[in-house]
């Protein structure tokens, strides 16, 4: 595990380290930089992560009653046990990768969080989730197209938007123009040694409209597959460490990326979820240590990147006779990156008395994720109305909670 | 983004209103029915269609069971799992991985399914993918081919949720395929009433609220019977299935019903559920909401049963509101991405007046002014399964493993069976248009020409023996005109092999149209 003093000095920062700015990438901010492009990177877990293991009530005895098998312990108190956030929450011990990131305040969760529609089914409930419109299913493209449709481009890059994924996801389709990829370096003409002439063929076929598309625009300052990761970041094997990787590639290219989306499943832990150690443990190694080497290899960009998780709904507060967990409803979200008020676990925590359950079994919601994007997408890409972008929701500033400074 | 996005689509419509005010030539209607009512022209195509007549091969493409098929039908006979029933599809594949997965929760080890029940449960999709694109590549019957994949889209069932990859060879084989040519209320019924529909729209878990259920004396249950029983006791309404039929696939979002209207449906088809012994539809009685409902005005008193949604289902298929919703998507598919009102509205009245005959619904639209108008005429944005067996069909491409096809599907953006949403694709231009998507075409384009995919063998220049320029190319595979534009940027670059001038033609704009 790397501590803080350890992080700073890899990222060749050491000396900024001790200014009175909260947030560890903007003590950094003079040095590589995206050239003031804010960057939103959007992570799905899909099959709906269980939270409660992910951030811990310990303070919750009734957390312990509910989970006999499955439960994290105490910080403190054993092997494995869950590590302090404040003296209430605790992180799973998997997540101590992106520990530090709390500690210096760059990372926050926000906790009881989710969409307010009652489905339990995952595919209705990613489907509302992306869509941005929870119960209504006519709804054609996603939300973070509607934002960026929603926002000025000045010279509309074909790498504004891009889903590490192989059909472009539903949160991302519509009119924005976003590109679906799942390896940057088969982004541009294959023609073989004439491959550039070909694609300038193709460029005068199709005119100015896809000027700079089809050449290799990832390829326009440096080559993003020759930037190898920075500060000694390494990214574990596996789809999110490879999907985040590019995404580093692309933002340190200045290829114009402002969103990017990528997704990673294994959530769905119905049964033999483990606890401290186990199936739910070692996706959340990947995806902590994933997560965390992105920070490092971008290093000072982090102050103009923030990263976003979310997962369609929550699981029960009971361990099942499987000793896994089913299908709930609240969840927990992680927000990482520059200008992030971190080290703090936000949202009202509704407890887990049994009167104090949805539907008398699960984490009941008190914030809605339309709140947390809401603010995200306002200070960190500038849409200026949110109307068009969460078309059924009410989405009044005094409903987010100051994750972004 | 709106900026980059519509040029893209403005150019590859503009670039393809270049015919006059005159009505289309002879080769231009062939070529026509060849990109619209087929996959696009196979090399020599244009010519075959023109010596049988354009209207002989219309009437021959609405009637393709007298069609023979044999070549295709051969060719699939080494696709088992297509032979297969639900039940013994699910027995073969699906009941081993969850055998597996029970005696890994036994030893509460992490052991997951083995990569070889996993590979093997893999057949049943890849055999489904396969016929699919053996059929729309190769059949002769291609307007049935083109209709298939607009009704497998209408009734849109996705392969990525739960069981359904297990269900969908019953689906299309069984539901939608004997059908097309059919009444639209018995395609309608027969999806309500298949398990994928059934498990896709949550219908097969809907059920009455146990206080709405019928007094019924209790008996005993065969032992299979009871899992599910006990499992659907603690269940509910689910109002899934009932809006989607009405929004999706009957009325449509405009088409005049109310949310009651849709919790009043979804207690009329509670019950509908699966037999979970052999695989089939069955409607239980016990799990029927047995109060009074009232459906977009028709009231049914207490005590109904099965007979309450086959006649909601007979009402919904001849209402003006779906006449008027279908109409619009097959003018949407066949003739343009905004069709004209009096199109739309002509086609409406035939659905009407034939009780929803497809055929003639189908006819009349090819029958209209409009499918033949100038500005119809290669104005329409391929789909990506299009664009991908028009391409296939070009180079006459031999498919040796549909698989790799399958993925370039994918790539484009539209894997088959892939769409999550019950609205399945878009079939406007503006769903696809996008520099990434593009990319992908062009990609394929000239991997396809140069013979490089894998599982598919073509000779681009053993289409064009004698005379290998760039117009006669040009002709072999697009069976008409490149625009003087895309034909002077070909010819600038100077000397080019076959593969290369095909693989510039097929990314080319015009070969993104129809």
Known sequence: ?405 | MRRLLLPVVAFLFLAGATSTDTNLTERQRALHVLNRLAFGPRPGDVDRVLNDGVDRWIDQQLHPEAIPDRAVDARLREYGTLRMSNAEIVQTFYAPIVEMRREAKNKADNASVSPQLRKEAQRVMQELVGQRIVRAADSDRQLNEVMVDFWMNHFNVFAGKGIDRFLLTSYERDTIRPLVWGRFEDLLMATAKSPAMLFYLDNARSVAAPENRPRMQPRRWPAMMRPQQQSQNRGGLNENYAREIMELHTLGVDGGYTQKDVTELARVLTGWTIDQRTGAFIFRPQLHDACAKTVLGVHFPAGGGIEEGERMIHILARHPATGHHIAYQLCQRLVSDDPPKALVDRVTKTFLYTDGDLRQTVKAVIDSPEFWDPQTYRAKVKSPFEYVISALRAVNAGIDDPMPVARAMQQIGEPLYGAQPPTGYSDKADAWVNTGALLNRLNFALALAANKLPGLHSDVASLVPSDRSVDALAVALTGGNLTDETRKTIKARGQDDAPTIAGLILGSPEFQRQ
């Open chain 1, 1 to 405: 595990m790397i501590n803080r003093r350890m992080f700073l000095k890899s990222s060749g920062l050491a000396l900024v380290a001790g200014g009175l700015l909260p947030n560890v990438f903007v003590k950094m901010a003079n040095a590589a930089t995206t050239k003031g492009r804010k960057v939103l990177i959007a992570i799905f877990q899909r099959g709906a992560v269980d939270g409660l293991n992910v951030i811990v009530p310990y303070g919750e005895g009734q957390y312990y009653a509910a989970r006999p098998t499955i439960a994290i312990p105490r910080p403190g108190s054993a092997e494995g046990a869950a590590l302090d956030l404040d003296g209430f929450f605790g992180a799973h011990p998997s997540l101590a990768s992106i520990f530090p990131y709390f500690k210096d305040r760059s990372a926050a969760f926000v906790h009881a969080v989710g969409s307010p529609d009652a489905t339990r089914s995952h595919f209705d409930a990613q489907d509302f989730m992306e869509s941005g419109t929870p119960g209504v299913k006519a709804t054609e493209d996603g939300f973070l197209s509607r934002a960026l449709a929603a926002t000025k481009s000045e010279k509309g890059s074909p790498l504004r938007a891009v889903a590490l994924s192989p059909a472009l996801p539903r949160i991302l389709s519509g009119t924005a123009g976003a590109v679906s990829m799942t390896n940057i370096a088969q982004f541009g003409i294959r023609g073989g040694p004439a491959s550039g002439q070909i694609a300038q063929s193709f460029e005068s076929m199709y005119g100015e409209t896809v000027a700079g598309a089809l050449g290799g625009t990832a390829k326009k300052s440096t080559d993003p597959q020759k930037l190898q990761p920075e500060n000694g970041a390494a990214y574990p094997n596996g789809p999110l460490g490879n999907a985040l990787r590019q995404i580093a590639q692309l933002i340190k290219s200045d290829v114009g990326l402002e969103v990017a989306f990528a997704d990673v499943g294994g959530w769905d832990t119905h049964a033999g979820e483990g606890g401290p150690q186990g199936q739910l443990a070692n996706n959340l190694r990947q995806f902590s240590d994933a997560i965390a080497a992105f920070a490092r290899d971008l290093g000072s960009r982090m102050s103009d990147v923030v990263l976003v998780t979310m997962s369609e709904f929550g699981r029960t507060v009971h361990e099942n006779g499987n000793r896994g967990t089913d299908h709930g409803h609240a969840n927990v979200m992680l927000v990482l990156g520059g200008g992030v008020r971190g080290g703090k676990v936000y949202g009202r925590w509704p407890g887990l008395a049994s009167s104090q359950l949805y539907e008398n079994r699960d984490l009941a919601i008190t914030s809605d994720f339309r709140d947390v994007f809401g603010e995200l997408l306002t200070k960190q890409l500038g849409v200026g109305s949110l109307k068009a972008v969460f078309p059924t929701y009410d989405n009044s500033p005094s409903k987010w909670r100051g994750i972004l400074a």
